[in-house]
Structures are given as C-alpha cells and as structure tokens.
T-cell receptor, first 111, second 114 residues
Framework: NAGVTQTPKFRILKIGQSMTLQCAQDMNHNYMYWYRQDPGMGLKLIYYSVGAGITDKGEVPNGYNVSRSTTEDFPLRLELAAPSQTSVYFC??????????FGQGTRLTVV | GNSVTQMEGPVTLSEEAFLTINCTYTATGYPSLFWYVQYPGEGLQLLLKATKADDKGSNKGFEATYRKETTSFHLEKGSVQVSDSAVYFCALSPSSGSARQLTFGSGTQLTVLP
C-alpha cells in the first residue's frame, strides 16, 4: 500500500518558470490537502479538496492553483515561480477530514 | 478562527529524561486533537490522537490527555530515547463544518543526547 505519493522529491526552478507538483493517493480518501512548510513556521494550508471536482483556498493560495479531476490525484500548479515560493511542500489525504496521511514532501528552490 | 500554540523549542534532553511539550488550542465546540511527528527528511506521521474531552491518546510510550477545561493537549513521555529526536506538531481538526482541515502548531524540535 503506497499511501500518498509525491513527485518530484527535489526541484530547482528559475524565477518565472512554472511547474506542477504531483500528488496521488491510493486509499480512496475524499479529502486532500496541500501544505507548505517554511523553517520554524509550521505548516500552512495552500489548497484543499473535499472530493473530486471540488477545491477551495486555504490560508496561503496566492501564486498556486489546483485541480481534482479524480479521487486519487491532486496536482499543485505553480505559475511564475518566485523566490518566496522556496519551501517544502506536503500533500496529505484524509478519509473524513480528521486524521491526515502525508506524503514525503517536495523540496522546491526558486533561484 | 482556530489556532494551536506550542511551546517553543528547540528542546534538548538526555536519554531517559522525562519529556513534556506543551500545547494549547483555541477552537469552538469540541475539536479532535492530534500529535504528529516528523523525522528528518520525511513527511509527518500521526503519533496519537484524542477525539473528546478527557480522552487519553497514547502510542510508542507517548501520551497526551484532552483537557477541555484548560484547552490543552500536552505531550509526555516518561523516558526518551535518541530515536525520539524529531519535530513534534500539535494539531486540531474542527468538530463540524464542511471545511474539515487541520490547523497545526509551529512545531517543537526535540533532540535527545546519548
């Protein structure tokens, strides 16, 4: 059972470039989340989804976009990357919006 | 809105010492409370949880009791090991609403020395 799988694990982007962080879960969970983790700052919610076709903004959505066309996948799109988006990104899923299962994270550096 | 406040770190202990990491929360109703652990280079893993007042969550020697009267969920372990070195996050999930999302504290770095 793979759980939550994120790709890539590491990425370096130049300012202005775009990319998509992939997230897939095989637990048939309805809820999925994207968080960013900055050093010493805990986790901040970027976007979340309560089911296929439904997404909503979290605390820090600016500069990001998401889609949820299937239950399994929840990709995060960065358009026009900026240095402020340098962070570690975590995808998570949850069956009922309580206990969450996390992926291993994607470490993104924007230079 | 909901919020979680954790004691600031880093915390450094000797092996076999007693551990307490304080966590208090602000939320309406009766949220569910969680402790997550993050080992270096990894994602967060659920350590323990409690879903109602006076519940005690426990796992791997760690314990935390849901105290509604003090809005607290302090993490304790009687004898820490070097392998417990990690970052610990307290979190809550609201008791109702369609936007069931976790709110995290800022994390507490624990280092255990042999």
């Amino acid at each position: 059972n793979a759980g939550v799988t994120q790709t890539p694990k590491f990425r370096i982007l130049k300012i202005g470039q775009s990319m998509t962080l992939q997230c897939a879960q095989d637990m048939n969970h309805n809820y999925m989340y994207w968080y960013r983790q900055d050093p010493g700052m805990g986790l901040k919610l970027i976007y979340y989804s309560v089911g296929a076709g439904i997404t909503d903004k979290g605390e820090v959505p600016n500069g990001y976009n998401v889609s949820r066309s299937t239950t399994e996948d929840f990709p995060l799109r960065l358009e026009l990357a900026a240095p402020s988006q340098t962070s570690v990104y975590f995808c998570a899923s949850s069956p009922r919006g309580e206990e969450a299962f996390f992926g291993q994270g994607t470490r993104l550096t924007v230079v | 809105g909901n919020s979680v406040t954790q004691m600031e770190g880093p915390v450094t202990l000797s092996e076999e010492a007693f551990l307490t990491i304080n966590c208090t929360y602000t939320a309406t109703g009766y949220p569910s409370l969680f402790w997550y652990v993050q080992y270096p280079g990894e994602g967060l893993q659920l350590l323990l949880k409690a879903t109602k007042a006076d519940d005690k969550g426990s796992n791997k020697g760690f314990e935390a009791t849901y105290r509604k009267e003090t809005t607290s969920f302090h993490l304790e372990k009687g004898s820490v090991q070097v392998s417990d070195s990690a970052v610990y996050f307290c979190a809550l999930s609201p008791s109702s609403g369609s936007a069931r999302q976790l709110t995290f504290g800022s994390g507490t770095q624990l280092t255990v020395l042999p």
